[in-house]
């Protein structure tokens, strides 16, 4: 597999990759590598989606915790995302990758039509040690025993993980004011709605 992907959009660089690669097909390690640095954005974007269905009970929770821990490795400084040797050694078929990068074109090429390279110092390693430092919070709202808790700040990380992986800076400045707003709200009414929470369960028992 060869650099191909670098300097491309999302999609371009996963057609680049499924071009590129074999009819053996590639480890997940080679994927990760070929992605770089962008492979950060695309793991926490692929484990945002689930965490932004609402009343989805449960997923959100587990997701939240691999996702804080690779939010910590970008606070870190950490260049590109660590995995276990044995996520590592899996390996992803031709046909798997043909299939993502054909349902990734098909269902979000309107993203590389609005999302460009812009702002860049905020996809920048400075700028993404102090972005894993939120992401880290925005997680672990998630972890908030409230309804939908998860749905704000999952879609919140979704957008910022767009924006690094295509280092469109709007996109990450949209995503990070999203989630900050939601953080506020949680600190302001976060008590009273557990009180309202209580009192509801109180009343079904």
Same mark, same amino acid.
């Given at each position: 597999?060869? +650099?191909?992907?670098?300097?491309?959009?999302?999609?371009s660089a996963l057609e680049a990759?499924?071009? +590129?690669t074999g009819e053996e097909g590639c480890t997940l390690g080679e994927f990760v590598d070929a992605l770089g640095e962008r492979a950060f954005g695309i793991i926490l974007f692929a484990m945002a989606l689930p965490v932004s269905i609402p009343f989805l009970y449960?997923?959100?929770?587990?997701?939240?915790?691999?996702m804080m821990a690779l939010s910590a490795?970008?606070?870190?400084?950490? +260049?590109?995302?660590?995995?276990?040797?044995?996520?590592?050694?899996?390996?992803?078929?031709?046909?798997?990758?043909?299939?993502?990068a054909r349902s990734g074109r098909k269902w979000f090429g309107w993203l590389e039509a609005l999302?460009?390279?812009?702002?860049?110092?905020?996809?920048?390693?400075?700028?993404?040690?102090?972005?894993?430092?939120?992401?880290?919070?925005?997680?672990?709202? @998630?972890?908030?025993?409230?309804?939908?808790?998860?749905?704000?700040?999952?879609?919140?990380?979704? @957008?910022?993980?767009?924006?690094?992986?295509?280092?469109?800076?709007?996109? @990450? @400045?949209a995503g990070l004011i999203l989630g900050l707003v939601w953080i506020?709200?949680?600190?302001?009414?976060?008590?009273?709605m557990i009180d309202i929470a209580k009192d509801f369960l109180r009343s079904l028992v």
């Open positions: 597999m060869t +650099d191909a992907a670098e300097n491309r959009g999302l999609l990759i499924a071009a +590129d449960g997923v959100p929770q587990i997701m939240s915790l691999p490795q970008m606070a870190m400084g950490r +260049d590109e995302p660590w995995l276990p040797a044995r996520f590592k050694a899996r390996r992803l078929s031709k046909a798997g990758l043909d299939r993502m999302a460009r390279p812009r702002l860049s110092f905020l996809s920048g390693p400075s700028a993404e040690r102090a972005i894993g430092v939120i992401f880290m919070i925005f997680c672990a709202s @998630i972890l908030v025993p409230l309804p939908a808790t998860n749905t704000t700040p999952g879609i919140a990380l979704a @957008i910022a993980a767009l924006g690094l992986l295509t280092r469109d800076g709007l996109l @990450i @400045i506020t709200l949680l600190l302001v009414f976060g008590y009273a």
